[in-house]
């Protein structure tokens, strides 16, 4: 709610979507540490590698939406029809971005998540 005050118009959402996305991130890392101390055996270094990925995947995906987001507003009526149809356009073209990204950094849940779409979709063949 800081966000809000403090920046006014459009972005201050964007402000709010980073603070909230900022703390999400420091649990998780202090999440982890605190497991690490309760049970040693367990290895940070690919909790670690998981979460830059997926980090460096939201990003890509976050600035992509980003971009679409600002364009769609500016191109349509924002409206409640407007803003559905920019929702229904930047939700895929966020999970598109997201998963591509995971893809190229070679993250092993996208090859995973990919396995399974196409297991998916081989059975309706």
Known sequence: TVAIK???????????ALAVSLAVLAEAVNLA??????VPEFALGPLGWSLVRANVA?????????????Y??????????????????CAPVGVGL????????????????????RRRFARRS
Not at 33 to 38: G, K, P, T, W
Not at 98 to 117: K, S
Request: proline share 3%; glycine share 12%; no cysteine.
């Open 33 to 38: 540490i605190a497991l690490h101390r309760s």
């Open 6 to 16: 403090a920046i006014p118009g459009d972005n201050a959402v964007g402000g709010l």
């Open 72 to 89: 769609l507003t500016h191109a349509i009526n924002t409206s409640r029809l407007g803003s559905f149809v920019a929702l229904a356009i």
């Open 58 to 70: 939201a990003g890509v995906m976050t600035a992509g939406m980003g971009v679409v987001a600002s």
């Open 98 to 117: 997201y998963l591509g990204t995971a893809v190229l950094i070679r993250a092993p849940e996208a090859q995973a998540t990919l396995r399974m779409i």
